[in-house]
């Protein structure tokens, strides 16, 4: 029996947890500037980018949180694979608070549609033009992170909702300070709530999957059975699992029967070598076992 490990390298959100520090201090002073204005001139486009703006900052804080308890609580007796999953757990929360946002902006702009109330437009575009500086420097910052981390990945969502956000808000600020329209505001309002439903859903799928320990979408577990079975000395492979611990971290398990010839060692060391190279899975524990005692895992319930 015998295994690969990495337990040294650090998660895909860790590996970024300076740039989510300076996104979280950006969303904090861009939120307080947000809501200052928005309560002062009543606009719901803006008071619903700041909305976003308070998950964004929320979210950052319990990403930032739950790298630093899952770097700082390593595997344990008890915890043998330590607190990793805190990570997605965050993004999960992060997704809940999208949907909560979202579901109030669009109540809140519908019932402003029958009476809408004059809106200063000059207060609104100033401040969507410090929203868009703000955002398009936190958007820079996780960019990178939001590629290999589930959790960088729904703080860079949030950001990038409220990008958008920013700029519907300064549509919003330069129709009301040229034509005097009312109605730009909550219908704005309505479009921020709606652009980002889509992508928390995906969000929160990407979410469940790993909590649920489906195999990753991009790794074929089928081809890694077959290519597994196909090396030299192995008979058959069974109760194969493939998961994700966290983003970039993928573990594997397996059995292996190999013909009463083959060389347990050798056997084990391709194995590992072809998960590494060919699926990126450094975690694996294989058991490498005669092809007569693997009839007693045809045994097992599960």
Known sequence: MGHGHGHGVPSASGRHLPRLVVALGIGVLFLVLEV??????????????????????????????AIVLARRSGPTYRRTFGLYRAEVLAA?????????VAGYVLVEAIGRV?????????????????????????????????????????????????????VGVLVSGAITL??????????????????????????????????????????DVEGIATELAALAGVRD???????????????????????????????????QN?????????HATLQIEPCEQAKRCEELSW
């Open 36 to 65: 200052v204005v928005g309560v002062l001139t009543g606009s719901l486009a803006l008071i619903s980018d700041a909305a976003h703006m308070l998950t964004d900052v929320f979210g950052l804080g319990m990403a930032l949180t």
């Open 92 to 100: 999960l929360g992060n997704a809940v608070l999208l949907f909560g």
């Open 114 to 166: 029958t009476d809408p109330p004059a809106v200063p437009g000059l207060p609104v575009l100033l401040t969507a033009v410090a929203g868009l500086v703000a955002n398009l420097a936190a958007f820079a910052l996780l960019r990178a992170g939001a590629k290999e981390s589930l959790n960088v990945r729904g703080a860079y969502l949030e950001v990038l909702a409220d990008l958008i956000g920013s």
């Open 178 to 219: 040229t034509t005097g329209w009312r109605y730009a505001d909550p219908i704005i309002g309505v479009a921020i709530g709606l652009f980002v439903l889509p992508r928390t859903v995906a969000l929160a799928r990407r979410a469940l999957r790993i909590l649920f320990q489906h195999a990753p979408a991009e790794v």
């Open 237 to 271: 492979v069974h109760d194969l699992h493939v998961w994700t611990l966290t983003s970039g971290m993928e573990v594997a398990s397996a059995h292996l029967a190999v013909e009463q010839h083959a060389e347990p060692a050798e056997v084990l060391a391709q194995a």
């Open 274 to 282: 072809l998960l590494a190279n060919d699926y990126h899975i450094q």
